[in-house]
């Protein structure tokens, strides 16, 4: 009897120390090969909308977080000296074009006298004319860019997408060129999970992926758009012509993480997509994706 308990003992010592051993080998694998990391974000690109003319802002048609469509008014410039400078160009407009026809009546008149006109006269007229010409292009391209600058008092979004952050007011004044308001491209939404090295040889550009969002049940599902073919190398400096690397430990050494861009396929209605979000991203290997698909 004791030889058996004894061989029981055993027994199940080894039973637990196999399941161990095989527990132990999957988490490894999982953590170490398997392509997931709870290292990434839900991106979105930020376009900074700025005015062309400056000016002192007359008023602001839109909130904080509010949704925009390419084309919709964000806000306006006052356009009061744009219109006044719309109406000098129209008037400048005006008087080249008066200027063009008497000069042209004018060349046309010595161009008849024939002899009877001098040579420099006929010349002076001529000049006279082209000249009354070029002016009438000037005008006329004065009287464009003031138009321009009118409909340009006009702030519109560029893209579909969110307002953030918003703090423009009536009576600001805006310069041009200078971002005023943020606005998040929602068409750009996209998941970026920064993988390990050691887990991009079993990436594949296209291979479906699945998306958790930290504090969201709903799962996402997307799919691999592009590796990243560079990253930053924290160790080197540019102090002179030649590379200067700092010495590392091999035996500290850690992998460098790589962003890998996933796009998104499906997002199931309620999820809310706020840019800059945590993210579990796992890649599905062919197999698994077949699996994952059946099982579902």
């Not at 009877?116 to 002076?124: F, M, T, V, W, Y």
């Amino acid at each position: 009897m004791n030889t058996l308990k004894l061989i029981g003992r055993v027994a199940v010592t080894l039973i637990f120390v196999a399941a161990a051993v095989y527990v132990g080998r999957q988490l490894w694998g999982h953590y170490m090969d398997e392509p997931w990391t709870r290292d990434a974000r839900l991106r979105a690109d930020v376009v900074g909308i700025a005015p062309d003319v400056s000016g002192p802002v007359s008023e602001v048609l839109v909130k904080d977080n509010q949704i925009v469509k390419k084309g919709d008014v964000l806000f306006r410039v006052d356009r009061d000296r744009f219109t006044i400078a719309l109406a000098q160009a129209d008037a400048a407009l005006q008087g080249a074009q008066a200027a063009l026809e008497q000069a042209r009546r004018e060349n046309e008149r010595q161009q008849r006298l024939g002899n009877a006109g001098s040579a420099q006269q006929k010349e002076q007229a001529q000049t006279a004319e082209e000249q009354a010409q070029a002016a009438l292009g000037q005008a006329t391209a004065n009287r464009a860019l003031a138009q321009l600058n009118l409909d340009r008092s006009e702030i519109k979004a560029t893209v579909n997408g969110s307002v953030s952050n918003l703090t423009l007011r009536p009576g600001d004044y805006v310069t041009a060129g200078a971002a005023k308001v943020a606005l998040i491209d929602t068409d750009s939404l996209r998941v970026e999970g920064y993988f390990e090295e050691t887990k991009l040889p079993r990436i594949q550009i296209g291979d479906e992926v699945s998306i958790r969002l930290i504090g969201q049940a709903e799962k996402l599902t997307g799919h691999v758009e592009s590796i990243a073919t560079g990253i930053e190398d924290r160790e080197r400096t540019s102090g002179s012509l030649l590379a200067n690397i700092t010495p590392t430990f091999s035996w500290v050494r850690l992998a460098q993480r790589v962003p890998v861009r996933i796009a998104l396929d499906r997002v199931p209605d309620g999820t809310k997509l706020i840019a800059g979000l945590t993210a579990t991203v796992e890649v599905q290997e062919p197999g698994q994706a077949k699996i994952a698909s059946a099982a579902e």
